[in-house]
């Protein structure tokens, strides 16, 4: 299997554009979560699906941000418009079916740069 | 809400050494812990994953143990190498499969 694949690995925009990231998860996998990092905040959750269901977005830090899984080979995470401090690296991870021995298992990650 | 901290940030010794990663985390019910690896630029790799029920995982020269009572768990790496330099980040497990991740312990080994 190819991984959890995410694209682009780079986007560079600026403030007040949309920006589009996109994230196959492995096949097979039930769970999908889009992860945030910086250097101030560390790794955070944004959001998660199981089955392609929304089920925890508490971690979507504003209205700008939105996530999408339409089937269960594909999601997207929006963010319009877009702000500098949304600059950070963005991941997207899978696991099989939540059992406690499930490891998640990460993209490579898109880094975000808003001027 | 989980709080996960590491110590130390940052750590640097000479090839060979043995050494122990520290991780705290607040809320002491949870299902599993993992222990990933990140290098610069790339995603994170799991290298442990342990049991809210298990005491100790093994994998090569890598040992983690866990205590769950007192919401700690160390990642011992023996007899170093350079190809170890990493960021290593701890991260418990609680409901719905949700982690929460310390900010790491950034390891550079020197030759």
């Known amino acids: 299997d190819a991984g959890v694949i995410q694209s682009p690995r780079h986007e560079v925009t600026e403030m007040g554009q949309e920006v589009t990231l996109r994230c196959k998860p492995i096949?097979?996998?039930?769970?999908l979560f889009w992860y945030r990092q910086t250097m101030m905040r560390g790794l955070e959750l944004l959001i998660y699906f199981n089955n392609n269901v929304p089920i925890d977005d508490s971690g979507m830090p504003e209205d700008r941000f939105s996530a999408k899984m339409p089937n269960a080979s594909f999601s997207t995470l929006k963010i319009q418009p877009s702000e500098p401090r949304d600059s950070a690296v963005y991941f997207c991870?899978?696991?099989?079916?939540?059992?406690?021995?499930?490891?998640?298992?990460f993209g490579p990650g898109t880094r975000l740069t808003v001027l | 809400k989980q709080e996960v901290t590491q110590i130390p940030a940052a750590l640097s010794v000479p090839e060979g050494e043995n050494l122990v990663l520290n991780c705290s985390f607040t809320d002491s019910a949870i299902y599993n812990l993992q222990w990933f690896r990140q290098d610069p630029g790339k995603g994170l790799t799991s290298l442990l994953l342990?049991?809210?029920?298990?005491r100790e995982q093994t994998s090569g020269r890598l040992n983690a143990s866990l205590d769950k009572s007192s919401g700690r768990s160390t990642l011992y790496i023996a007899a170093s190498q350079p190809g170890d330099s990493a960021t290593y980040l701890c991260?418990?497990?609680?409901?719905?499969?949700?982690?929460?991740f310390g900010k790491g312990t950034m390891l550079l080994v020197s030759p």
């Open positions: 096949s097979g996998h039930d769970y």
């Open positions: 991870a899978s696991t099989p079916a939540g059992g406690t021995t499930d490891t998640q298992y």
């Open positions: 342990i049991q809210s029920s298990q």
């Open positions: 991260a418990p497990r609680g409901g719905y499969s949700t982690l929460t």
